[in-house]
């Protein structure tokens, strides 16, 4: 008679153990934080890159300074709109007073012409 016995389950995928470098865990859970710790490192050093003047070493104050930097920047977005507003403005008002000079203008270029034209003056 035959039996059925239940063949031994494959045992499970051994990853291949990796030798760390001296001071370097193998631990899945320590590789990641060295990667977090990494990618943290390299978008502080790109802050750095971007905001002038930021030499501090201690993160803490390094942040306080890129803050006051970003804060800064949004003050004078702020004095540039209105600048902006205040051009736009005055850019309005000059425009509708050269329309009053140039329709009065027209009118003085006409009768200077007519006048002209009167006395048989020749345009030069």
């Not at 499970?12 to 320590?30: K, L």
């Not at 060295?34 to 201690?58: G, H, Y």
Request: aromatic content about 8%.
């Amino acid at each position: 008679m035959h039996t059925n016995v239940p063949a031994a389950p494959h045992p499970p995928a051994m990853r291949p153990r990796v030798r760390a470098r001296r001071g370097q865990a193998t631990d899945p859970h320590s590789i990641a934080e060295r990667l977090r710790r990494e990618r943290i490192a390299e978008r502080i050093r790109a802050l750095q890159d971007l905001v002038p003047s930021v030499n501090k070493t201690d993160r803490a104050a390094m942040l306080d300074e890129i803050m006051d930097y970003v804060k800064f920047l949004r003050l004078q977005v702020k004095v540039l709109d209105m600048l902006e507003d205040a051009c736009e403005s005055l850019l309005e008002n000059i425009l509708a007073e050269n329309k009053h000079i140039q329709e009065v203008a027209k009118v003085d270029s006409y009768q200077y012409f007519m006048f002209c034209s009167t006395w048989n003056w020749r345009w030069y």
